[in-house]
Nanobody, 115 residues
Framework: QVQLVESGGGLVQAGGSLRLSCAASISTRAMTAMGWYRQAPGKQRELVATDTSGGSTDYADSVKGRFTISTDNAKNTVYLQMNSLKPEDTAVYYC?????????WGKGTLVTVSS
């Protein structure tokens, strides 16, 4: 069973930065894609950023230019650097990893941005 452990969430003021980490129990080389999703209270889970094994990245329009997804293959860790945070970025952020055989999700980390 693949395990994903997110960390790095917390409370930050608007305009601040946070870096989320997702430590995986499998090699990033076994992943066909990795991504971050978020779910705000009362809303559906939405895509924030994805990175395929081919090196293609994609971002939600609302975070383009502010968030960056990256991977450290040596640490089997996926990151989400979040800059210029806004109150509307407040949500639980989930790490997602896709392999050739299944999709896996972390338990989430809460990000709260105060105005």
């Amino acid at each position: 069973q693949v395990q994903l452990v997110e960390s790095g969430g917390g409370l930050v003021q608007a305009g601040g930065s946070l870096r989320l980490s997702c430590a995986a129990s499998i090699s990033t080389r076994a992943m066909t894609a990795m991504g971050w999703y978020r779910q705000a209270p009362g809303k559906q889970r939405e895509l924030v950023a994805t990175d395929t094994s081919g090196g293609s990245t994609d971002y939600a329009d609302s975070v383009k230019g502010r968030f960056t997804i990256s991977t450290d293959n040596a640490k089997n860790t996926v990151y989400l650097q979040m800059n210029s945070l806004k109150p509307e970025d407040t949500a639980v952020y989930y790490c997602n990893v896709r392999t050739a055989w299944a999709d896996y999700w972390g338990k989430g980390t809460l990000v709260t941005v105060s105005s």
